[in-house]
């Protein structure tokens, strides 16, 4: 095992050292190339959210897609990720995860954009995503079936683990509950509710993450505010940390930066392509108002939530910090293997019994509507390699799989389990982030008509023959989202009452 161990960190340090710096310069551009998309068109948010899929019946409101994909993002990335990242590569990493989780906003609107561009209608449902994009985008088809692949691959194999391996953690912590115990729970309960489908998928999302995130953001700030006087102290750590200025820490700034973003990237996969399958589910008027949705969830995950987390653990000192090369530079918390557990012990330094149990149980929620957000990825990708019935019994045997592997990973060792998930992370990452550097342009006009439309007191509707974009199949057929009608519906009445108004 141990060898098997170390084959896997080589490889892992061979995919993600470069890549933190691809991420952040993938970032980077789109942030100038659309004029910092993220931040300046925030404020259309609340009125595209409110905009309903009524009357589509292949599609879900933005509401609903925004809610499947933190379904996805706020999860154990969030909780046990957080910890994971400073406890190699210290304090500094919670810099490096913000600046990531900013940056990313714009890498989200890109990709997410261009999921809707591209999307089809399959089965009577939208289907869009990573491969669909590369496909229509970039006219490359054998990597389009590549990245289908890998993430079939990501979310059916390596990344399940992970969410179950946590569940299990947190629960034999908090209630002493056998690691098998739980992780058998969770397959057969998983395995219940994926027969349901794509609807009753954003049903069970759109019910419980708003809750369990708003929860575990309560008791954080909560533990903040009693520990106010430390926030200086933690915010200077933080910054000399992550600059190469900390006595301490100075030394392994290269590390702080390739883990910061690593986690970030792992908690709110910016660039990976996860929430380009939800984002293609959605029936709006125009792809760049799903973009802005999906830039916001970067936010809520990584700005608020990984932020609100790595805060919280370092205030209570509930962390250890152990180089690649196994150098101890801060032990607070011996014998303790870092995840999820620093988490428990810091909410339980002011909640004490109560902070680890309801980790345990918002873990729960968190990790088990991320499954459930992994299954639908996966079909989504496995919809864009098989039609018909080879769909239908790929499907199932997806879905199978996942149920084994739910279990397995319960009890197999976490070293293991973060590795090999990382390893699917970042393979898919470097695929979709290459391509999306060669599609910025087309997400530039993309955007610069939705800004024209705006500008001019419209509601945006998009029309890629007008855009010379080929390919929008979902978008110019007899059957476009149901939301174009809307908006060409609010359009005219718009102008009606100017016309009205110019003669009075």
């Known amino acids: 095992m141990d060898d098997l161990l170390e084959v896997i960190g080589t490889i892992n340090t061979g995919i993600w050292n470069p890549m933190a710096y691809m991420a952040l310069g993938l970032g980077l551009l789109y942030t100038i190339w659309t004029g910092a998309v993220q931040i300046r068109r925030l404020p259309d948010l609340v009125k595209i959210l409110k905009e309903s899929s009524a009357g589509d019946e292949g599609g879900i409101s933005s509401f609903q897609a925004l809610a499947l994909t933190l379904s996805s993002r706020v999860g154990v990335g969030n909780i046990a990720g957080v910890a994971t990242a400073i406890a190699v590569a210290g304090p500094g990493a919670l810099f490096w995860m913000i600046v990531m989780g900013i940056l990313g906003g714009a890498t989200a609107f890109a990709e997410s954009t261009l ?46 683990g992970v969410q179950s391996f946590n569940i299990a953690n947190s629960a034999n912590v908090a209630f002493g509950t056998p690691e098998w115990v739980t992780g058998l729970i969770v397959a057969v309960v998983f395995g219940i509710i994926v027969i349901g489908g794509t609807k009753r998928i954003t049903a069970v999302a759109d ?15 909560v533990v903040i505010v009693v520990n106010l006087d430390k926030v200086p102290a933690v915010i200077a750590l933080v910054f000399s940390s992550a600059f190469g200025v900390h006595e301490v820490f100075g030394g392994i700034v290269g590390a702080a930066v390739a883990w910061g973003v690593r986690r970030a990237v792992f908690s709110n996969v910016a660039g990976v392509g996860e929430g380009t399958y939800a984002s293609a589910a959605a029936s709006v008027s125009h792809p760049a108002k799903q973009g802005i949705v999906q830039a916001f969830s970067i936010y809520v995950d990584t700005v608020l939530v990984c932020s609100a987390t790595g805060i919280m653990i370092l205030m209570t000192d ?71 019935t080879a769909l ?96 060409r519906a609010n359009n005219e009445e718009l102008a009606g009452r100017e016309a009205d108004a110019r003669q009075r």
């Open 115 to 160: 999921a809707q561009v591209f999307k089809r209608r399959i089965d009577g449902e939208y289907r869009g995503g990573i491969p669909y994009y590369i496909e229509r985008g970039l006219g490359q088809k054998w990597l389009a079936v590549i990245a289908a692949a890998a993430t079939v691959i990501l979310y059916a194999i390596l990344a399940p």
């Open 207 to 221: 019910k419980a993450v708003p809750f369990m995130a708003a929860g575990y953001i309560l008791l954080a700030i």
């Open 318 to 388: 509930s962390y250890n910090v152990v180089t690649e090369a196994g150098q101890t530079l801060v032990e607070n918390m011996p014998g303790i293997e870092p995840g999820t557990e620093n988490t428990q012990v810091a909410l339980d330094s002011v909640f004490p019994g109560f902070g680890s149990v309801f980790v345990a149980l918002a873990l729960f929620l968190f990790a088990f509507t991320t499954l459930i957000a992994f299954n639908y990825i996966s079909t989504s990708a496995a919809a864009y390699l098989f039609k018909g």
């Open 392 to 487: 239908r019994i790929v499907t199932r045997i997806l879905q199978v799989l996942m149920v084994v592997i739910a279990f397995l990973s319960a009890i197999l060792p976490a070293d293991l389990i973060w590795g090999i998930g990382d390893i699917g992370y970042g393979s898919l990452g470097w695929i979709n982030m290459v391509c999306l550097v060669f599609l910025a342009p087309l997400v530039a006009k993309v955007l610069r008509d939705y800004t024209a439309q705006k500008k001019a007191g419209l509601d945006p509707v998009f029309d890629p023959i007008k855009l010379g974009i080929r390919g929008a199949d979902a978008w110019t057929g007899e059957n476009p989202p149901a939301a174009v009608a809307v908006a």
